[in-house]
């Protein structure tokens, strides 16, 4: 059991640095393009967020699961 809580905070961890470091990348420089024709639109949420946060909730299911039945389980 202590193996699915230390997967579920290492998942948790690294899903939250995943996500922001994610968010920090996709906004670049936008402000001089030449040669461009097309035009930029910045995207909400990019699809390396959107799997970084699922690994995020993940880890944190995995986690609260795991502290649930060890405390469903323990003997009084």
Do not use: C, H, K
Request: charged letters at 10%.
């Amino acid at each position: 059991m202590w193996a699915v809580l230390v997967v579920g905070a290492a998942a948790l961890v690294v899903g939250a640095v995943l996500a922001v470091r994610a968010r920090s990348s996709a906004d670049g420089w936008f402000a001089y393009a030449p040669l461009s024709d097309g035009v930029w639109t910045p995207r909400l949420v990019t699809d390396t967020e959107v799997a970084a946060w699922a690994l995020a909730v993940g880890g944190l299911v995995l986690l609260a699961g795991g502290i649930g039945y060890l405390m469903g389980s323990r003997q009084e």
